[in-house]
């Protein structure tokens, strides 16, 4: 894992909002929110990282989406302070990566939370909840075929240990086909190793 540049709050935040957007699961309700604020695709799409009142908009839509700076869902004892770089992985990495304590992940991962013993699972056709594994395995055969994903976002406090915010099926996906995860950019937050404890 190599730091490449510093990055942001509201580099972070543009990035997430892209990738739910984009996703089969989350688009509906991203997109009903942004019709609750009157919020066009461009505020999305097209983040201007300099203008203000953007970056104030975006943060809105992500906490009435997801939590973010309410305290809540995805964002529960979220840490307060944070320092986000954009970062590059290669594929010693993954065995560092960790999922965020959930239920489902939990049982795919087989209580380990680590997205290579979930690929393993997957591969040997268990299925959690009933959820089919297709999503993970389009996934995978997108990376194979040269696609390229949003940048998934991670919490660390030490550069050594990290866990995702969000990306979960990418980085499964990654885990299926761990031969493709060299040079692959993720937005890293650091913070203190309390702060990130409580929010696990």
Known sequence: ???????????MIAEFLKAEYRSER????????????FQDEKIILSADLNNADENAARKK?????????????????????????????ANNDLSKIRY???????????????PLTAAQAILNGTE??????????????????????YRPILLTSDFERFVIVEGHLRITAFALMPEYFN?????????RDDDLKNWL
């Open 1 to 11: 894992m190599n730091i490449l540049r510093t990055s942001s709050e509201a580099e």
């Open 26 to 37: 989350f688009a509906e309700q991203i997109k009903g929110v942004m019709d609750k604020f």
């Open 61 to 89: 839509l992500l906490g009435e989406f997801r939590g973010y700076g309410l305290n809540r869902e995805l964002f529960e004892r979220f840490p307060a302070e944070i320092t986000w770089s954009l970062c590059n992985f």
């Open 100 to 114: 965020i304590d959930y239920s489902y992940w939990n049982e795919l991962s087989q209580g380990t939370k680590s």
């Open 128 to 149: 959690i909840y009933g959820q089919s594994n297709a999503g993970f395995i389009k996934a995978a055969e997108f990376i194979k075929n040269g696609g390229k994903f």
């Open 183 to 191: 040079n692959v950019e993720c937005f890293v937050g650091n913070c």
